[in-house]
């Protein structure tokens, strides 16, 4: 008989990494809150966040917690930010022991700003904290769900861990890698949704191509910046869930994140971009953490800093852009100015 492992979330993200589990002959069951989101996923065989494609009928969706993760070898938590402690509380009344954690959440908790894992770490039996593994990389649903070409990381400390999920993911449409590197591989995954939303703005401004490699650029070396500050090691960010993600989010017709900063740059508010939006863009309430973070630690995170000010202070985006523009002159790689003392 096959394995079985649980989907926690039937979003866009939770239905695409379902159906990979499943051609990888798992017996995969999701759980998600919403009624609509299973019957849609039981009945129709389709997720209407994912148009134009029928789900494997083999695909099963609940919303009993304790059915989706009965028996399941492995349970992948990809909820929103936003309700993974929630879904974390709830996961520990019901979880066996020896069961793996797969986190695939990209976001910082609001208030603790704590990574995802450390939100399940804390909510989860003290033995599950090894066993969570955090899955991550440039990997639009919209594609993954039609097996085009992707690639992802599975990132834990313990190698043991991280090719267990590697392996469970793994076909000749999905490449996983791995990296021990936790800390870096979740914050770059959280970060660049702050700088999708600025390549967003920019292009609903009108700008082009110059502007988006500026940002994806000097957004990368803020991030970096940030994550080496909190422990994560400098060459993850040149990595897939590094520069690959940003790149993608930044670039791509998919990206929820993207498409709430072109909605702002294009001259709506907040509430009103939000008001449009089906899904989530995490990258809003992830400003606002990294903005307080950055704050914190004293590190300089110029672009993250304009687009929180252009979401929750109604900056003008062209001030902003303008500000970015004319701020104190700098040499460009920041590890070389100090090294010789440019
Ligand atoms: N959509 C994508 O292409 C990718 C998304 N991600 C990340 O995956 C996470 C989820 O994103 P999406 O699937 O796009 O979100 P989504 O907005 O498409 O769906 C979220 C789903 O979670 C469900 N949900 C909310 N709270 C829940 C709870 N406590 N228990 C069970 N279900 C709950 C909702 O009913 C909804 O069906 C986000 O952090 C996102 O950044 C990562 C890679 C790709
Ligand atoms: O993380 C993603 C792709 O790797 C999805 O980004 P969006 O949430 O902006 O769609």
Not at 52 to 74: F, H, I, S
Not at 250 to 275: F, M, P, V, W
Request: glycine content about 8%; aromatic content about 4%; charged content about 25%.
């Amino acid at each position: 008989m096959s394995k079985k492992v649980a989907v926690i979330g039937g979003g866009s993200w939770g239905t695409a990494l379902a159906q990979v589990l499943h051609n990888n002959n798992y017996q995969v069951q999701i759980y998600d809150l919403s009624q609509e989101k299973v019957d849609e996923i039981n009945q129709d065989h389709i997720n209407s966040y994912l148009p134009d494609v029928k789900l494997p009928e083999q695909l099963k969706a609940t919303t009993d917690l304790k059915e989706a993760v009965n028996g399941a070898e492995a349970v992948v938590v990809v909820v929103p930010s936003h309700a993974v402690r929630k879904a974390a509380k709830d996961l520990a009344e019901v979880l066996e022991t020896d069961t793996l954690v797969v986190s695939a959440t990209k976001g910082l908790e609001e208030n603790t700003y704590l990574r995802m894992s450390e939100v399940l770490a804390q909510e989860l039996p003290a033995e599950f904290e090894d066993k969570i593994t955090v899955l991550s990389g440039p990997s639009h649903a919209e594609e993954v769900i039609k097996n085009h070409p992707t690639t992802v990381v599975a990132a834990n400390e313990d190698k043991k861990m991280a090719q267990q999920v590697q392996d469970m993911f793994m076909n000749d449409q999905l490449r996983v890698y791995t990296n021990p590197d936790a800390v870096g591989v979740e914050l770059g995954a959280a970060v660049k949704n702050i700088i999708a939303i600025g390549a967003g703005i920019a292009s609903g401004l009108g700008y082009g191509d110059n502007a988006l490699a500026a940002l994806v650029t000097r957004g990368i070396t803020e991030i970096k910046r940030l994550g080496v500050e909190l422990g994560a090691k400098s060459m993850t960010f040149a990595g897939l869930t590094g520069l690959g993600d940003l790149i993608v989010t930044c670039t791509s017709q998919h990206s929820r994140n993207r498409r709430l900063g072109y909605k702002i740059g294009a001259g709506k508010s907040l509430e009103e971009a939000l008001d449009e939006m089906k899904m989530v863009a995490e990258g809003v309430k992830t400003a606002k953490a990294v903005y307080e973070v950055a704050e914190k630690h004293g590190i300089d995170m110029p672009i993250s800093n304009q687009v929180y000010n252009i979401l929750f202070n109604d900056k003008d985006p062209r001030q902003s852009v303008n500000d970015l523009m004319m701020r104190g002159k700098k040499h460009e790689i920041e590890e070389v100015a100090k090294e010789q003392s440019w």
